[in-house]
C-alpha cells in the first residue's frame, strides 16, 4: 500500500500545478492532466469520474478552471461519504532555498520533498490508495472524491461549483471528509470539526498634504489611522468556550513615501482582516467596528484626535467573505475518524477549529445537513520516525514553506487510516 501512495505522490508532485494567476495555457493543463492521472487511477479500481469545467464570476480570473469526481459505488450502502481535496499548489517561492527540485519529488532520508507534499497532493494520493484496497475488501461502498484545481486562490470554479452541480443533480450525500492538513506536528493528533471565518476590509484615513514642518497646514492621515487600528486590535472579540476565538488584524498598510521625509501625505490607508467564530456574521462584525471607533473605550475618550477617528472610512468585503462551518461533535463520522485515529496513536484526537480557511466552508451552503470533517497529514511536515523533530523545524518543510515535505511513513499510516475510516464509516 504504500509504495502505492508513495508513487502517486511523486507523479502528482512531477506535475508543475501552481496556481495560475495569469491565463497561462499550458499551466491549465497541467492541472487538468493532474486530476486525469487521478481519475485513470481510480478507475483501476472501478471508479466512475466525470471532469467539470468552470469558468467566470472573478474579473481577474477568467480562465476555465478543470474539477474532477470521482465515485466508487459497491454493493448496497447506506451512506454517501465525499472526500474533498486539490492538486493546485502555491508558488515555489525563493527556489535557490530549495535543497532539491520542488517539483522533483526526491525521497530523502524518509521524506518525499516537493511543493504540495504536504498541502496537499501527499493526502490525496493516500486517499486513492486507500480506495484501492477498500474496493478489494469491502462489499458496500459509497464513496466520491471532489479533486479541484482552484482552491488555494481564486477558489471561485472549484469546490462551491462542483457542489452546486451535485446538489442540482440530487446526490445526497451525508458527510464529507476534507484532507487538508490538520494536526501541527504528528500525524492524527488533530481533527478539525470547523474553520472559522474570514473577513478582509479596509481602514481610509484622509487628512491634508503638507510641509512637515509647518503644523497647521496639514492634517495627518496616518496619525488618526494609527489610532484607529489601536483601538480595534485592543478590542477583546473573544466569548467563553471559543477556541480559537475571534481576532483582529492589521495585515498591511500604505500611506506616504519613505523619499519624502518632510511631505505629509494625504491618505492613509490600512487593510485588516478578521478571523471569526459562530458567534459573529460579516454584518455583526462591521457593525461592532463601526461602534468601537463612534463611541471608542473610555481611555480614549479625551484623545485629541478622537473626533477624527469617528469620521475614518470603515469598507468590508462583505461578498467576499467565508463563513464559519461547525459540525457537532456527535454524528456518524466523527465517531468512526475519532475511534479510527484513537487505534493509531493510542488516545482521543484534539477536535478543533484552527488554521486557515479551506474548502470545508463551502458545504453547508449546499449540503446543511452534512457532517464535514477535516483529517490530513502534519501541518508542519511531520517528525522523523523516532519522533525527533528534522532539522530546521518550524521555518522550512511545512505547508506554503521551502523544502516542502512528507514523511514517508505518514504517507503509509494517512492511506491505512483512510481506509479504515471508509470502512468503518460504510460498516460501523
Ligand atoms: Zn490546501
Not at 68 to 83: A, E
Not at 101 to 124: I, N
Not at 147 to 165: R, S, Y
Not at 316 to 332: I, M, R, V
Request: charged content about 25%; aromatic content about 8%; overall charge negative.
Amino acid at each position: 500500500m504504500t509504495s502505492e501512495t508513495l508513487r502517486l505522490a511523486q507523479k502528482l508532485i512531477r506535475m508543475d500545478t501552481t496556481t495560475v494567476i495569469d491565463g497561462n495555457k499550458a499551466g491549465l493543463l497541467v492541472v487538468e492532466d493532474c486530476l486525469y492521472e487521478l481519475a485513470s487511477h481510480a478507475e483501476r479500481s472501478g471508479a466512475t469520474w466525470s471532469m467539470m469545467r468552470f469558468q467566470g464570476g472573478h474579473e481577474k480570473w477568467p480562465y476555465p478552471v478543470s474539477n474532477v469526481v470521482v465515485t466508487w459505488k459497491k454493493g448496497n450502502p447506506k451512506q454517501h461519504l465525499c472526500y474533498m481535496g486539490h492538486v493546485d499548489v502555491v508558488p515555489v517561492g525563493e527556489k535557490s532555498q530549495w535543497n532539491t527540485d520542488p517539483f522533483g519529488a526526491e525521497v530523502k532520508d524518509g521524506f518525499l520533498y516537493g511543493r504540495g507534499a504536504t498541502d496537499m497532493k501527499g493526502s490525496v494520493a493516500a486517499f486513492f490508495a486507500a480506495m484501492t484496497e477498500v474496493m478489494k475488501t469491502q462489499d458496500h461502498v459509497h464513496v466520491s472524491a471532489i479533486i479541484t484545481g482552484d482552491e488555494e486562490w481564486a477558489a471561485v470554479n472549484g469546490t462551491a461549483k462542483v457542489l452546486a452541480e451535485l446538489k442540482d443533480k440530487r446526490i445526497p450525500i451525508d458527510a464529507f471528509l476534507v484532507g487538508e492538513p490538520s494536526s501541527p506536528n504528528a500525524l492524527g493528533t488533530h481533527v478539525k470539526s470547523g474553520r472559522r471565518g474570514s473577513l478582509v476590509g479596509r481602514l481610509v484615513s484622509e487628512g491634508t498634504q503638507g510641509h512637515a514642518a509647518y503644523a497647521g497646514t496639514f492634517k495627518n492621515p496616518n496619525a488618526v489611522l494609527l489610532l484607529a487600528a489601536e483601538i480595534l486590535n485592543g478590542h477583546d472579540f473573544s466569548m467563553e468556550g471559543e477556541s480559537p476565538s475571534t481576532n483582529f488584524e492589521i495585515v498591511a498598510l500604505n500611506s506616504g513615501s519613505f523619499d519624502a521625509s518632510a511631505v505629509i501625505p494625504a491618505k492613509a490607508e490600512a487593510l485588516w482582516n478578521i478571523r471569526f467564530t459562530q458567534n459573529w456574521s460579516p454584518n455583526t462584525l462591521v457593525e461592532k467596528l463601526r461602534d468601537l471607533l463612534t463611541y471608542p473605550p473610555e481611555a480614549y475618550k479625551n484623545h485629541p484626535l478622537i473626533e477624527d477617528v469617528k469620521k475614518l472610512r470603515l469598507v468590508a468585503n462583505l461578498h467576499s467573505a467565508s463563513l464559519p462551518y461547525k459540525t457537532p461533535n456527535e454524528c456518524d463520522l466523527y465517531c468512526v475518524v475519532t475511534f479510527a485515529l484513537e487505534r493509531l496513536q493510542n488516545k482521543e484526537p484534539t477536535i478543533d477549529m484552527d488554521g486557515g480557511t479551506t474548502d470545508g466552508r463551502f458545504v453547508q451552503r449546499f449540503y446543511p445537513e452534512a457532517e464535514v470533517l477535516e483529517f490530513g497529514p502534519p501541518e508542519r511536515g511531520g517528525l522523523n520516525d523516532d519522533g525527533s523533530e528534522p532539522e530546521g523545524y518550524m521555518q522550512e518543510g511545512g505547508m506554503h514553506q521551502v523544502n516542502e515535505r512528507i514523511s514517508v511513513k505518514d504517507l503509509d499510516e494517512l492511506t491505512k487510516a483512510y481506509a479504515r475510516i471508509v470502512s468503518l464509516y460504510h460498516n460501523p
